[in-house]
């Protein structure tokens, strides 16, 4: 039980949605490939704040017909953090191209999200201001290497193999560890789900979606960018911004999360003061795994004994810990980003 309730002041529930696409850029007929299906490793992660590390492991499937014009991404991604806060979650994405519109799926809300793809998205796009940088060997194919500060891809036919990503201790791997050329790609393997298809401006919606782990790749890749132009700030200022950014969902999610989980401990707390049995002290917690189910891959405790020893035991453990997430509260209240966060629940 005391393993259970520890969760209760260490959470962050880390909320994401739809990743980097497998070929980083909108595919095109600039894939020397008429058709091919490319299976993706991914890993990322790293320090997020002082005692919040970031992990993600997941995989990823890019199918497409017609040298790229019409084209199916699906990833399945699990991000974890741990130390300070703690949370394990997965996320889904699936994108269609079909030559000159993208399909987006949003497994939230059930819908569709189409738009125009945008120009310049493509081969020659995304090689800017990189150099070719000798060539390796990824998933059996020997590839061209192109490089620039923090980043590094493998590009095979047109077909990145390989995209790396680092700053600020940061890092971003996504790479192949499978390829099948010109196979027959049917209709039914490029499919989406039959969810309403809406349609959306090309650069400007009001809609909110989920933030997900691609954001990790394309913060790397915008403060990149920014530190290039911004050659007289501080890298500290600079690292500070962009990690706290990086982290500005999670910080959101939690200001919300905690004081909830709060009053569930309390509310639950007042519940097995009141119960004789332990189906009664069990029915009790249910709330609080509930919470932990949606935190961390951990198993649901349940309540085995309760005698009057192991009774005061446990309301002894929900006051310790009632107590020490009450404590934090105004620290909570006051933080205005996620390092702030994390330096309230180290406390």
């Known amino acids: 039980m005391s393993t259970f309730l520890k969760i209760g002041t260490g959470t962050l529930l880390f909320f994401a949605g739809s990743l980097l696409l497998c070929a980083a850029q909108t595919p095109t007929q600039e894939y020397k490939l008429k058709s091919g299906k490319i299976v993706y490793s991914i890993h990322g992660g790293g320090v997020l704040a002082p005692d919040l590390n970031l992990t993600i492991v997941g995989e990823g499937v890019l199918r497409f017909r017609d040298w790229g014009k019409r084209a199916?991404?699906?990833e399945e991604v699990e991000e974890s953090t741990s130390?300070?806060?703690?949370?394990?979650?997965?996320?889904?994405?699936?994108?269609?191209?079909?030559?000159?519109?993208?399909?987006?799926?949003?497994?939230?809300?059930?819908?569709?999200?189409?738009?125009?793809?945008?120009?310049?998205?493509g081969l020659l796009n995304?090689?800017?201001?990189?150099?070719?940088?000798?060539?390796?060997?990824?998933?059996?194919?020997?590839?061209?290497?192109?490089?620039?500060?923090?980043?590094?891809?493998?590009?095979?036919?047109?077909i990145p193999l390989?995209?790396?990503?680092?700053?600020?201790?940061i890092s971003y791997e996504k790479k192949a560890l499978a390829v099948e050329e010109n196979i027959d790609i049917s209709t039914e393997e490029c499919n989406i789900p039959n969810f309403p298809t809406q349609k959306i401006a090309l650069f400007k919606t009001s809609i909110k979606q989920k933030k997900g782990p691609e954001e990790i790749s394309k913060y790397l890749s915008e403060m990149?960018?920014?530190?290039?132009?911004?050659?007289?700030?501080?890298?500290?200022?600079?690292?500070?911004?962009?990690?706290?950014?990086?982290?500005?969902?999670?910080?959101?999610?939690?200001?919300?999360?905690?004081?909830?989980?709060?009053?569930?401990m309390k509310r639950a707390r007042e519940c097995l003061q009141a119960s004789?049995?332990?189906?009664?002290?069990?029915?009790?917690?249910?709330?609080?795994?509930?919470?932990?189910?949606?935190?961390?891959?951990?198993?649901?405790?349940?309540?085995?004994?309760?005698?009057?020893?192991?009774?005061?035991?446990?309301?002894?453990?929900f006051d310790?810990?009632?107590e020490a997430l009450d404590a934090k509260m105004p620290c909570?209240?006051?933080?205005?980003?996620?390092?702030?966060?994390?330096?309230?629940?180290?406390?």
């Open 126 to 158: 995304m090689k800017e201001g990189m150099r070719k940088d000798g060539k390796d060997m990824i998933a059996g194919k020997r590839c061209d290497v192109w490089t620039k500060k923090g980043v590094r891809i493998c590009l095979y036919k047109g």
């Open 224 to 264: 990149l960018h920014e530190i290039d132009q911004k050659q007289g700030i501080r890298v500290k200022k600079l690292k500070r911004q962009y990690l706290n950014r990086l982290g500005a969902h999670i910080f959101e999610r939690q200001k919300t999360l905690l004081p909830e989980m709060l009053e569930s």
């Open 320 to 322: 310790e810990n009632i």
């Open 276 to 317: 004789d049995d332990k189906l009664e002290a069990n029915d009790c917690i249910d709330e609080i795994n509930d919470f932990k189910s949606k935190m961390v891959k951990e198993d649901e405790n349940d309540i085995d004994t309760w005698d009057s020893k192991a009774k005061n035991r446990i309301l002894d453990e």
């Open 332 to 347: 909570i209240r006051a933080a205005k980003n996620i390092s702030d966060l994390s330096g309230c629940m180290r406390k």
């Open 72 to 74: 199916l991404v699906e």
């Open 83 to 121: 130390g300070a806060l703690r949370n394990t979650e997965k996320f889904s994405t699936c994108v269609k191209y079909d030559e000159k519109q993208e399909f987006n799926v949003d497994y939230d809300k059930e819908v569709i999200r189409e738009r125009a793809l945008p120009k310049g998205r």
């Open 162 to 169: 390989l995209i790396e990503k680092e700053l600020f201790g």
